[in-house]
């Protein structure tokens, strides 16, 4: 009896281990921590000034080639929002002419820019402009989210998208109506006083 009893004790310790490393190895899997996705990184060309991109902090991908003369930059490490993009960010030296990710935070205006030869790229003085931003390496910053597509200002008026507008123009001897609507141009030419025109 004592064998059995041995035996038994035996059995119950192997299936306790058995059912305890498999709890353990099943608990582990239930306790994984759940991948956020990747975040995706917008990717811009090199003519994209930063002015026309509304988010204040952003993360993009610049292409190879943006060392180009034709990619204006306007400042020296605070560059004027009128600036290409990742041409301010050659000539900052955070990338190279092969492109890469970069950070991009938005600032005010500055009284002036001053223009510098820097990595391969001239930048151009400025006096004044509304709106600057300063660039880094493309490590976005812990408990900071980015988005994954950037928001772009239009340079278009609702009216020029739609195509129909008019204006008016008065001087103290013509008027001058010109409207637009359909690919038609139609204007009058009449003598009238100085007045405020509502189209």
Request: aromatic share 8%; hydrophobic share 35%; net charge positive.
């Amino acid at each position: 009896m004592g064998i059995v009893v041995l035996t038994m004790k035996a059995s119950v310790i192997e299936m306790f281990l058995v059912l305890l490393v498999t709890g353990i190895h099943s608990n582990k899997d239930t306790t994984k921590k759940i991948k956020r996705p990747k975040f995706t990184v917008p990717q811009i060309n090199c003519d994209v000034k930063a002015g026309k991109i509304i988010n204040p902090e952003f993360v993009v991908k610049c292409p190879a080639g943006c060392q180009d003369p034709k990619y204006h930059v306007y400042g020296t490490d605070v560059y004027a929002s009128y600036s290409s993009v990742c041409g301010a960010a050659i000539h900052s030296g955070v990338l190279d002419n092969s492109g890469g990710k970069i950070l991009v935070r938005k600032v005010a205006g500055q009284s002036g820019y001053k223009g510098s030869y820097s990595n391969g790229v001239q930048s151009l003085s400025l006096p004044r402009w509304r709106e600057s931003f300063i660039v880094s390496e493309g490590k976005p910053q812990k408990g900071v989210t980015y988005p994954s597509a950037l928001t772009y200002s239009s340079s278009k008026s609702p009216a020029a998208k739609t195509g129909k507008y008019s204006y008016v123009i008065s001087s103290k001897y013509s008027e001058f109506v010109n409207r637009v609507s359909g690919g038609s141009i139609e204007i009058n030419i009449a003598q009238a006083p100085l007045t405020p025109a509502i189209p």
